[in-house]
C-alpha cells in the first residue's frame, strides 16, 4: 500500500484532515467543507503521501461518540472532493457502515481504531473490497500495571486471527501500536522505545504520535505547541522499524524525514 516516493528509502507520510468539532488538537478547524478542502489541498502542497480523513474523535479523553448517520453527513460535503486532489485518502471510523460508503466515494484504504474487533463487519468488508486495512491497538483504558508490550503484541495477534478468517490479505495488512489510546505517557513511549519488537509480525508499521499527550509529561505543552516532541518521536519510530508517519504538521516532518534519510545515506 505504500505509495512511490520521491526519496526512495523515505517512509510515508499520513496527513491528519479531521472533519469533527472536538478532536484534541484542531477539533473544530476543519469542519466546514470549504475548509476540510483547503486543508487538504495544504497537506498535499506540504507532501503528504497519502491523507487520513475522520470525521469521529477517537481522543482517549472527553470525546462523544456518534452515529454513523452523523458521521456520514459530516463526512459527505468533502469526501469526494478530497479523493479528487488525487492522492490516496484513509477513512478513519471504526464502523464498517462509514468505511463502506467512504470506498463507494474513493477513499482506498480503511483505518480501524479497535484492529477489526469492535465492529463484526468491518474484516468481511475490508476482505471483501480487498482495500489495505490499518490495525491499530487499543484499549478502553490505561493500565499503568500491564505489560504494554506484551498487549499490543496479543492484541495484534487477535486481530490477524480476525483478518485470516474473513480473507483479508496478509500484504494489506499495516500495524499501528496505537500511541496514546489506552496507554499512559510512559507505556506511549515504551512503545515507541521498543517498537523494533513488533517486526516480528512481518508487517508494514504506521506510528502517529503528533502532538500526543506524552510529550506534554516530558515538557509541559499545549497541543499545538508540540512539533518538536513530534518530530523526535517519529525520528525514533523510523528508526525503530515504522514505514508509514502520521502526522498534523506535514510540510515539518517531511523536512525531517528526508534529511534525516539523506544523513543516513553518508553513513
Same mark, same amino acid.
Given at each position: ?75 459527505a460535503p468533502v469526501l469526494a472532493d ?80 480476525i483478518a485470516a478468517k474473513a480473507g ?44 500526543? %499527550?506524552? =510529550?506534554? *509529561?516530558?515538557?509541559?505543552? !499545549?497541543?499545538? /505547541?508540540? $512539533?518538536?516532541?513530534?518530530? &523526535? ?9 515504522? %514505514?508509514? =508517519?502520521? *502526522?498534523?504538521?506535514?510540510? !515539518?516532518?517531511? /523536512?525531517? $524525514?528526508?534529511?534525516?534519510? &539523506? ?5
Open positions: 500500500m505504500l505509495p512511490a516516493l520521491p526519496c526512495g528509502a523515505c517512509p510515508a507520510v499520513m496527513g491528519v484532515l479531521n472533519v469533527t468539532p472536538d478532536s484534541f488538537s484542531d477539533g473544530g478547524q476543519f469542519i466546514a467543507p470549504e475548509q476540510a478542502l483547503a486543508r487538504a489541498r495544504t497537506l498535499v502542497a506540504e507532501g503528504a503521501d497519502i491523507i487520513d480523513i475522520g470525521a469521529e474523535s477517537t481522543r482517549p479523553y472527553g470525546s462523544q461518540p456518534i452515529s454513523a448517520e452523523d458521521e456520514l453527513k459530516r463526512l478530497v479523493v479528487a486532489l488525487g492522492i490516496p485518502v484513509s477513512i478513519d471510523s471504526m464502523k464498517s457502515e462509514v468505511v463502506a460508503w467512504a470506498l463507494d466515494q474513493g477513499a482506498t484504504i480503511a483505518n480501524d481504531v479497535w484492529g477489526l474487533q469492535r465492529d463484526a463487519g468491518m474484516a468481511k468488508l475490508v476482505a471483501g473490497r480487498g482495500v489495505p486495512v490499518i490495525i491499530m491497538h487499543n484499549r478502553e483504558r490505561a493500565d499503568p500495571a500491564i505489560d504494554i508490550m506484551q498487549d499490543v503484541a496479543a492484541f495484534f495477534s487477535r486481530s490477524l486471527d483479508i490479505s496478509f500484504d494489506r495488512i499495516v500495524l499501528d501500536p496505537g500511541i496514546g489510546f489506552g496507554k499512559t505517557p510512559e507505556q506511549s513511549m515504551m512503545v515507541l522505545a521498543r517498537l523494533a519488537e513488533l517486526s516480528v509480525f512481518g508487517l508494514s508499521m504506521l506510528v502517529g504520535a503528533s502532538r500526543k %499527550r506524552f =510529550i506534554s *509529561t516530558v515538557v509541559p505543552s !499545549e497541543p499545538q /505547541q508540540r $512539533l518538536g516532541g513530534s518530530i &523526535a518521536a517519529h525520528l525514533i519510530a523510523v528508526q525503530n522499524g515504522a %514505514r508509514i =508517519i502520521r *502526522t498534523h504538521d506535514v510540510a !515539518e516532518t517531511v /523536512q525531517a $524525514l528526508r534529511v534525516a534519510t &539523506a544523513i543516513r545515506g553518508q553513513q
